[in-house]
């Protein structure tokens, strides 16, 4: 994938599964650490997202989530987006779907990640993958300024 977020022709869909595969480990690896940290006190997390409309898969698209600690906002803390994917099983796998990390976004002061695609969520789908949905994750593996905070996440559709 190039830096606009367009898969080179010569990439083949059997080396983006792969590599969708790899990144899924990874997660399921850091989510994991986030877990054990849940049972040794860390301060609860909790994520906001809607459903937003979409007029087109080519269309700009502006993601938001609200990310709050023990119900306060969390500033300066990074979201990782992804976007749900569905289409063909050789695609996406059996269940018909995939999250594909997209990008990440820093929380403003009111604890809002902002996250856009300018040219839609097309500008990150295979041949025949239509976006119907996305994700957002917060994952911690390390204390952040001396604290520990649970992993969230939160998940909603595009109309």
Known sequence: MDADGVIPKKTSAAQAVAASALLVGA????????????????????????????????????????????????????????????????????????????????????????????RGPAQEALPEERAVGYEVRLTFGNPIKGRYYCGSHAAASLT
């Open 27 to 118: 997660l399921v690896a850091v989510s994991g650490c986030t877990a054990s940290k849940r049972n040794a006190g860390c301060i609860h997390t909790a994520i906001a997202v809607r459903s937003v409309p979409i007029a087109s898969q080519t269309a700009p698209l502006t993601l938001q989530a609200r990310l709050t600690g023990d119900g306060k906002p969390l500033a300066q803390f990074r979201a990782e987006f992804f976007l749900v994917f569905t289409g063909p099983t050789e695609l996406v796998g059996e269940s018909g779907k995939l999250a594909n990390l997209t990008g990440y976004a820093t929380s403003n002061a009111d604890g809002i990640a902002t996250f856009r695609l300018a």
